[in-house]
Every structure is written in C-alpha cells, then in structure tokens.
C-alpha cells in the first residue's frame, strides 16, 4: 500500500466527478433559471415569451437528480471495488507481521480498526475526489456562462473559488492537527475503559473503583475538549464559506443594478453567487474526510512498513514429507519478541509424532512464546529448531506454518456463515467433511438444531454462541484443517470445569495420529497427556523439567 496517499485518482472517479459536475451545474442552473422565470412571470409577459425558459426549469430540475444518482452509482462501484482490492492487500501484509509486529491489542480489536482505517481511507475518493471534482467544475461553468452576460459577475464567482480554496486548505490544515489530538484522546479512553473493565475485580477488592472512575472522567474530559476544539474549527470553515457566499451576492448585486441589465436578468446575476456558494459548501464536509483519511492512512502505514520478525530466507530448500506427522526438536533454544530481549530458554525439547504433550509454568515463563516458535511466528535467537533433522531456516516458510492448527483462548469468529468460518482453516473442503468436523468436536447436537445447518449467520447479526462453543468451534476448524501437529495456547481458559474438561478430552479422542502440544496453567487435561513440561524461570533464563503424565 502506498504511504501518505489516502485518494486515488481513476478514470472511474473522474468520471463519476464529471457526472457529479454536472448535477452540480443543473443545480445551480435550475436555481438561477427559476430566479429569472419568477421575476420576469410577474411582469405578466405573453405565455408564449417564457415557455423556453419553463421547459429549460424542468429540464434542470430533472437533471440534477439523474445525474446525481448516476454518479453515486459510478463512485461507489469504484470505491467498493476498491475496497475489496485493498483489504485483500492489507490482510495479506498482516499476515507476515504475525503475531510479533501487532502489538498488545486485541484480535478483534486490530481488526476492527484496520477494517475502520481502511473503510475510511477508501470512503475518501467519494466523499473528497468527487465532490472537489463536482464543485470545481460546476463554478467553472457557472463562471464561464456567466461572462457572456456581465464578466464583472464572472470576476466575483472566480473570486469565490480562489477565496473557497484557500478556506478550504486552511480547514485541512485545523482538521489534520486537530484529528491526532482526538485520536489520541479516544485511544486513551479506550485503553483507560479497557483496563477498568479487565482489572474490575482487583479494583473492588483494593478500593480503586472510584480511582478508576477518575482516570475515566479525565480521559472523557480530555476528549470533550479536544472534540469541541474540532468543532470550532469545522464551524468557522463553514461559516467562511457563508460569508464568502454572501459577499459575492451582495457585490452581485451591485454590479448587477448598475450594469443596465433588465429586472429578470439582475435576478439572475444575484442568484449565480448564491447557487454557486451552496455547491462550494460541500468542500467544508470534504477537508473532514481528507484529514480524516490521512490520519488513518498514516495508522495503516506504520503497521504495515513494519519489518516481519521472520524472514523467508532465500536459498538452498529442504522439503517435508507430505502429509506426515513430523518430528520436533528444540535444542538449547531461546527466543525474543524484542531485540535484546529474551522471553523463552535455553530450552531443549523434542516432540515426537503423534505425542501428547503439556507445557506448564508461571506467567512469563515463555510458554506462548515456545508455540509461538515451533509454529514459526518466531525465529530463535539462539540455538536451533528442527524439523525431521531440518534446521527450519532451511525450509519453506508457508509450507511450515502449514503444518500447524493453533486454538488458543479467545478463538475468533467472523460475521459470517458457519461454513465460512469453518472454510478459512479447510477452504477445499467439502460440506461432509465440515459436518464430521463439528461432530467430532462436540457440536454434533448443536448442529441438528440449527435451522439453516452451514449456511447459519454467526456473530454480528446472527446467532450468538457461548464461549465453550466458540472453544469447539475453533478445534472444529483443527480437525477440518488436517494439519499433522495441533497447538493449543490455554485452549480452556475461560470455561468452567467439567466444560473444559469434556473440550479436552473430545479433541485429544478426535486427534488421531496428530501431535498436539497445549499450553495451560490451569492443570485441566494434564492427566491425559503423555508428558508435561514445566519451564521455570531463573532470573533470565528458562529452564524446562519433565515429567511423564498419567
């Protein structure tokens, strides 16, 4: 994606500005013809004498709404075809910056606002490109019909537009300031709303409540000013707009009375700045979503500049044996999420195919970091990881990663059907196989009941599931996905006891021949596994003991 460039300019925006243009011009045509027709009407002149002009009225009056919807038609088909390109784009260069560049936000929080970002930074080519395109054009043509009758009034309408550009230039400028000081503010009461609300406990139980309250009231009251600074700023703009508006009618005026022209006609030259300044108005709503989609560009652009922490390196390839269940080992390992820093190892492990292994410890031990390597989110700073003997910078990047089903704690579903979600682990799969997917991950009987079956809308606008069906679900996309090693990262963590204990035990029954590696700290399922591997952490360093489960 291009870096500071939030408007793209195709032959389908200018088209649609053209079309915009046009509606514009009947708009400010209609408005002036009327003038006329009204004025000259009351001079009660011969029917015949004013049916030109009555027929020109309609004609206007219907052209402004034709043409109108045609370019909202054209625009919005660029913008969404746009948008599509550009969120295939943007999805495909997070990818790689996965999980290590993102950051401490949530999932579904990154993904709200890349979605919003870039919602608007599209949005932008129809709400600044079209209407700049439309505006400039009508007061062009207005300026230019206008010089056949008086070139003073012509004067006065270009005078109108330079004075407009530079009101409008000078908005940008406020809104682009002003934009960082209230995204900033939002995202510190976000944070403030975020922490209360996940530390509520701690915070009752040490008397922080009313603390928290005031944290809160401080960060709304900093956004309340910040907005309010914003409005005024947007407030002045457009009332510059208005009184630019109303100083081209009143010099109009002047000039028109003495330019000797008839009473029609002096209504007529009154009403072009008039008309012209309600079109140019649109450029005041035009900087706002300029500034706005700058903003967003530049999130967007520093998310995505960032450097992947793994790197597909170039060079002689091993290759893993297709559909087997491969051999693990780590040996005196240690990893980081941060240069200089180390939150995993030495650590030495070696995961046989088709094990069932546990990784236990305290926080910070490096328990996610250790799935977060073996799925190579993260490269070791030291040591080595292999795979069937392979060191794994020797092997495909994508071919590794693809080895590997991840379930962790707060699976995501998308707003979509059942089997959309499903499809994003197993896209070629057919329905038979999604069925005996749910099945086998203990949604059989929530299945039947569903009245739609794969094509059931979860999430936003559909049906809400629990937190142990999403858990389910998201080990139903494991199995369908057929990958040979399963990691699960506190796969229960949010279920109550004998929940998590009947999602442990259906998915290590339906893992066949699978590896399955589950972080957890809660001891749920530990029986069951073949090994448990508890990293305890000394100092800096983290070390692993084993023990056999059972």
């Known amino acids: 994606m291009s870096r500071l460039t939030p408007l793209r300019l195709s032959r389908g925006l200018l088209a649609a500005g053209l079309l915009g243009g046009i509606a514009t011009a009947s708009g400010i045509a209609l408005t002036t013809t009327s003038g006329w027709l009204i004025v000259r009407a009351d001079q009660r002149p011969q029917i015949m004498l004013l049916l030109t002009t009555i027929v020109a009225v309609r004609t206007f009056g219907l052209a402004r709404p034709v043409f109108r919807y045609w370019e909202r038609l054209r625009s919005h088909d660029v913008a969404l075809r746009d948008l599509a390109e550009r969120r295939t784009q943007t999805y495909a260069a997070l990818i790689p910056l996965t999980p290590a560049r993102l950051g401490s936000r949530g999932r579904a929080d990154l993904l709200t606002g890349v979605v919003d970002d870039l919602t608007d930074v599209v949005e932008a080519s129809v709400r600044v490109t079209v209407p700049a395109v439309g505006a400039l054009l009508a007061g062009l043509t207005a300026a230019a019909l206008t010089t056949l009758v008086d070139p003073r009034i012509a004067l006065v309408i ?10 409008a230039a000078l908005a940008d400028r406020l809104e682009s300031r002003a934009q960082t000081k209230v995204l900033a503010a939002r995202a510190e009461v976000a944070r403030v709303a975020q ?30 000013a910040t907005v309010t600074h914003q409005a005024r700023g947007r407030s002045l703009s457009a009332a510059a707009v208005l009184v630019i508006t109303g100083i081209g009618a009143l010099v109009s005026a002047v000039l028109a009375a003495t330019s000797g022209a008839s009473t029609p006609v002096m209504a007529l030259l009154v009403l072009v700045p008039v008309a012209t300044g309600e079109a140019l108005g649109v450029l005041t709503d035009a900087t706002r979503a300029l500034a706005r989609a700058r903003a967003c560009q530049q999130r967007l652009d520093e998310l995505l500049g960032q450097e992947p922490v793994v790197a597909d390196r170039e060079g002689r390839r091993h290759s893993l044996r297709p559909g087997a269940v491969p051999r693990l080992e780590l040996h005196d390992l240690t990893a980081g999420w941060l240069p200089g820093r180390t939150d995993l190892g030495p650590l030495d492990l070696t995961i046989e195919p088709g094990a069932r292994i546990a990784i236990t410890g305290p926080n910070g031990s490096g328990k996610s970091t250790t799935l977060a390597v073996l799925a190579r989110h993260l490269d070791p700073s030291t040591g080595s990881y292999s795979i069937d003997g392979a060191d794994v910078t020797g092997l495909d990047l994508t071919e590794v990663r693809a080895l590997f089903a991840i379930v962790d704690d707060e699976p995501h579903v998308l707003a979509g059907t059942l089997r959309a979600n499903l499809a994003l682990a197993a896209p070629d799969a057919d ?102 591997v508890t990293i305890k952490t000394e100092g800096v360093s983290h070390r692993a003991q084993e023990r056999i489960a059972g």
């Open 158 to 167: 270009t005078g109108m537009l330079v004075a407009t550009a530079l009101v």
């Open 195 to 224: 922490l209360s609300a996940d530390h509520a406990d701690e915070l009752r139980s040490i008397g922080g409540t009313a603390t928290a309250a005031e944290w809160l009231g401080a960060a709304h009251d900093t956004l309340h």
């Open 431 to 532: 329905d038979e196989v999604l069925v005996d997917s749910l099945r086998r991950a203990g949604l059989g009987s929530w299945f039947v009941g569903l009245a739609h079956g794969l094509d059931t809308r979860l999430g936003t606008g559909g049906l809400g599931i629990s937190g142990g069906e999403r858990t389910r679900l998201s080990i139903a996309r494991a199995i369908a996905s057929r990958r040979p090693v399963i990691l699960l990262d506190e796969p229960v963590a949010h279920l109550d006891h004998p929940t998590a204990e009947a999602v442990i035990a259906d998915l290590l029954q339906h893992a066949g021949d699978r590896s399955v590696i589950m972080v957890t700290h809660h001891g749920i399922g530990l029986d069951r596994m073949d090994r448990v």
